[in-house]
């Protein structure tokens, strides 16, 4: 990349109004001179259509994609561009790491992202796992990502009728193209999980949505995984009616299930805080059933695929800040 360091904007979408943003906190407190780092606060109701419009706006070489409420480590810009020394590597992104003061609540529900059951590979995106290693969009997450802008223009940007997963399709539509695209555990911001049981259930109908919506619009065979909680919630109602004709065998998989449930909920009590562990292991269980609802939810939504002159667009109010 040259001795001299290259020019990076902060992309931070938030809604209209909203004066606090830690995320534009955590950018000002980057150790990266001040000369070559630019933040663009993108305010609309679409994020996709945010990140978009701020995209053109900016003049980085390299894009740092924050949500509103990431705030990222200061050291991630001196970190993460040592990585992109190899022309192939495109993206490089990292966990989001729920702070430590964050209230208990919020620290049980961070458990569950970060477990194996709940969320397989992905539980990567909430807890630093393993080494620096190439990786894919299973692994990495919008809120704290790094991107070559001539990479992300060149496909077009996000798809603005996913949200979420945009971010999932674009990152497949670049390895389609032979990129590369790196998980750092070490590249970390600090995000708040959702605070209310409400909250969080609804998250995880909105991803099994936008799972299904991308599945629609992207299809890939990354996606068969995703399809075993939608499969989950029709074998639950199975359960109840199925023993009728079939017999106890059709309990034999939820049992093999619940025991599971078991073993991740020991897994979880070994990192330390065993009520958390307790409080976790029902919300193993809600995280597949409301996830497959939504799932099933995003494969009967109306979708627009691709740019639409007759659809209204959302406004976007751009602001590059100092």
Known sequence: MGDALPLVTVII????????????????????????????????????????EALRMAQGEFIYFLDDDAVADPQNLRRALPRFGEPQ???????????????????????VLSSRL????????????GK????SEKELILCNLMARRDAVLAEGGF???????????????????GAT???????????????TLRAFCRMLLTYGRGRAEQ??????????????????CLYLPLC?????????????????????????????????????ALLAAPLLVATHVFYGLGFWRGLFTTLQPGPDATRPRVPVELERLK
């Open 13 to 52: 979408p938030t809604r209209p109004g909203q004066e606090v943003i830690p995320a534009v906190s955590g950018a000002r407190r980057l150790d990266y001179p001040q000369e070559r780092l630019e933040i663009i606060v993108a305010r609309g109701r679409q994020p996709a259509v945010q990140r978009n």
């Open 89 to 111: 590597v495109k993206m490089l992104g990292g966990p989001n790491l729920c702070p430590a003061d964050a209230p208990g609540l919020e620290q049980v529900f961070a458990l």
């Open 118 to 129: 709940a969320f397989a590979s992905s539980r990567a995106r909430y807890d630093a796992v």
């Open 132 to 135: 620096v290693r190439p990786s």
């Open 159 to 177: 798809d603005e009728a996913l949200y979420p997963n945009e971010e999932n399709a674009l990152m497949d539509a670049l390895q389609k193209r």
């Open 181 to 195: 695209l790196l998980y750092d555990p070490e590249f970390v911001a600090h995000r708040r999980p959702r605070p």
């Open 215 to 232: 599945f629609r619009l992207h299809p890939t065979p990354g996606s068969a995984l995703n399809l075993v909680p939608p499969l989950f």
């Open 240 to 276: 109840l009616l199925g023993t009728y004709w079939l017999g106890p065998l059709v309990l034999v998989p939820l049992g093999l299930y619940l025991l599971a449930v078991a073993g991740q909920t020991l897994e979880l009590m070994l990192r330390g805080n065993i009520g958390r």
